[in-house]
């Protein structure tokens, strides 16, 4: 018998920790309506997490070029895009606070109106011609990463009559399989929407919402360039950020 240690076979994952229904929100939360028909009818049913949930597919991390972490420039034809220039930067940790490197982060906006560049956007500000809306990344060896963007607008969503969504950036982060998929949003320091915006009220814990909002970080700033805002992530135990998907846990 040949030795299994000799294979090329990658090594079993750990398997994806179960979701702390007490840390994130429950699954109906009339105030956000989508939720009112989104929301399981009935008792939960777990399943353990496959083998093929950890280990892929996983996206190729070998094509990402030099400007895709700099939306200011990776979608412009013919200028800058209006609005104000900010950084985002942060680290991705375990929950040891230990960096992850290699880990792939994607962020996806609106513009500085408020618009997403996606045809089923129909809020009545202007598309920006040099501001596409999405970058990615790899984090370093110490699990830093940095973006370059634009401060995203509020936008009005009909969810009430006079809703309206906080200015707020996308994050999805690839680990190692597709079932490590993890999606949220950041917030920024100061918006008057984010008391008010219905999906961040769902959210029962205080805590897990401030960890969602990003401070104003003067001390990376660019002089007479940008404003910097720095937001870590956590991807497991008490420290974990709260993140919208799989309910298998992360």
């Known amino acids: 018998m040949s030795d299994p240690s000799a294979t090329n076979l990658?090594?079993?994952?750990?398997?994806?920790?179960?979701?702390?229904h007490a840390w994130h929100p429950p699954a109906l939360a009339p105030a956000y309506k989508t939720s009112v028909l989104r929301s399981p009818q009935r008792p939960l049913v777990a399943h353990e997490s496959t083998l093929s949930e950890g280990t892929g597919p996983v996206f190729g991390t070998e094509a990402i070029g030099p400007l895709d972490n700099d939306l200011l420039r990776n979608f412009a034809q013919q200028g800058a895009p209006i609005g104000p220039r900010i950084l985002v930067h942060g680290r991705l940790c375990d929950e040891t606070g230990r960096g992850v490197p290699g880990a792939m982060i994607e962020i996806w906006q609106a513009n500085a109106g408020g618009r997403y560049r996606h045809?089923?956007?129909?809020?009545?500000?202007?598309?920006?011609?040099?501001?596409?809306g999405c970058?990615?990344?790899?984090?370093?060896?110490?699990?830093?990463?940095v973006f370059r963007t634009v401060m995203?607008?509020?936008?009005?969503?009909?969810?009430?009559v006079n809703d309206w969504r906080p200015a707020h950036i996308h994050f999805?982060?690839?680990g190692s399989g597709f079932g490590q998929r993890l999606i949220t949003q950041m917030y920024f320091e100061g918006d008057p929407h984010?008391?008010?915006?219905?999906?961040?009220?769902?959210?029962?814990?205080a805590r897990a919402v401030d960890q969602l909002i990003a401070p104003l970080d003067m001390?990376?700033?660019?002089?007479m360039d940008a404003r910097a805002y720095r937001f870590?992530?956590?991807?497991?135990?008490?420290?974990?950020?709260?993140?919208?998907?799989r309910p298998e846990g992360n």
């Open 232 to 245: 870590d992530l956590v991807l497991r135990g008490r420290r974990s950020t709260y993140f919208e998907t």
């Open 119 to 132: 045809r089923n956007d129909g809020y009545l500000a202007a598309l920006d011609p040099n501001f596409g």
């Open 172 to 174: 999805s982060i690839f």
């Open 219 to 223: 001390a990376a700033t660019a002089p």
């Open 135 to 145: 970058g990615r990344t790899l984090t370093d060896d110490r699990g830093a990463y």
């Open 10 to 20: 990658r090594p079993q994952p750990d398997p994806l920790i179960p979701r702390d």
């Open 152 to 160: 995203p607008g509020p936008y009005p969503w009909p969810n009430n």
């Open 194 to 205: 984010i008391p008010l915006c219905p999906i961040l009220n769902a959210i029962p814990d």
